[in-house]
């Protein structure tokens, strides 16, 4: 059981793939998902295993991050709430998408970053620590930050609550982190017994939402099927090079650049749909956006990891022996 979850963990973007595909090609075996339980949404639920499993990766001292390195983590906030929300509002108006299309592409890029982009990052050889560190400081700003944006871009054209949307980010996203942080600390014995399993249990989880969200939907993603892949491609791809060329910009190192990259271009598109599916349920084809996203920024995140790894890795480790000269440099000598 263990080496099975361990499979499914490292092809987790397989996985994600494979499932879409079958959403699309049988939506009854996937549809339940957003369903209800004992009165308890499902979508919600999964969403909730989710946010757990990530919180149980986590401890206190890691929070020590974000005042050790202030600059970086507040880069990569604003990083990760200008550049992205800012795309979808422009490729939104540039591909004239309808309305339920445009609610989809903004919750996509008002979200905060998807935790698939630490195991890009760690691929990628760049900076792990800062980018867990900007995925959860981005989570942790969602309830005020998601529905704050979305309210800002579509509020005067589309009817909803940003006070509900607040509401449900809470009890979906900072709940259960906050569960998983506590029994984390208090039982982590437990924690590390569950630490081969739980990623397994969360990538099932997004598999079967986006499943079922492509198999409601699988009529409004065949009918926009070429311009919604425009706009999400291009929503990706020119958020993971934005955040890179800031990175640059700020003059931070090679292996920031290449986590500021990935976690701004990769979003947590499965929350994107279910707040697409709890808070636009008029617009069907809202869910749409963040269905795509889900399997489409798994390609390219390994793709780019590729790249970063086998043609970009000359500048990378130039950068290295430059550092260490550096620190030969400053030290002091021996007495």
């Not at 973007?13 to 499902?42: N, Q, R």
């Not at 195991?119 to 700003?141: N, P, R, W």
């Not at 947590?268 to 709890?278: E, F, H, I, Y």
């Amino acid at each position: 059981m263990k080496k099975f979850c361990e499979l499914i963990g490292k092809y987790f973007g397989v996985v994600i793939i494979l499932f879409f595909i079958g959403g699309m090609t049988c939506p009854p075996a996937f549809t339940w998902v957003l369903g209800k339980l004992a009165g308890f949404s499902l979508l919600s639920m999964m969403l909730g295993i989710i946010m757990f499993g990530m919180g149980t990766t986590m401890e206190l001292k890691d929070f020590r991050l974000i005042l050790q390195r202030p600059r970086d983590v507040f880069l990569g906030a604003v990083a990760q709430y200008a550049i992205m929300p800012f795309l979808a509002y422009l490729l939104s108006r540039a591909f004239n998408l309808d309305p339920a299309l445009t609610v989809g592409v903004v919750l996509v890029g008002t979200c905060p970053g998807g935790t698939a982009s630490n195991v890009i990052t760690f691929i990628s050889k760049g900076d792990l620590a800062l980018s867990v560190t900007m995925t959860t400081v981005s989570t942790l700003l969602s309830p005020i930050m998601t529905p704050l944006l979305t309210y800002l871009i579509i509020g005067q054209r589309i009817d909803f609550s940003p006070v509900a949307m607040f509401w449900s980010i809470v009890q979906i996203v900072i709940i259960p982190i906050g569960f998983g942080v506590a029994l984390r600390h208090f039982f982590p014995d437990w924690c590390e017994k569950a630490k081969a399993y739980l990623p397994a249990l969360s990538c099932l989880c997004i598999s079967l939402l986006i499943a079922g969200l492509a198999g409601a939907s699988r009529d409004a993603i065949l009918a926009s099927s070429a311009t919604i892949m425009a706009v999400v491609v291009l929503h990706n791809l020119l958020g993971s090079a934005l955040g890179f060329a800031l990175g640059r910009f700020s003059g931070m190192s090679w292996k920031k650049c290449v986590a500021l990259s990935i976690e701004v271009g990769m979003q947590n598109s499965g929350l994107a749909a279910g707040l697409a599916k709890t808070h636009f349920p008029a617009l069907a084809a809202a869910a749409v956006p963040g269905a795509i996203f889900s399997s489409w920024h798994n390609i390219s995140g390994s793709i780019l990891a590729w790249l970063y790894v086998n043609y970009l890795n000359p500048r990378y480790d130039e950068e290295l022996r430059n550092d260490a000269c550096r620190i030969s440099e400053n030290a002091e000598p021996a007495h």
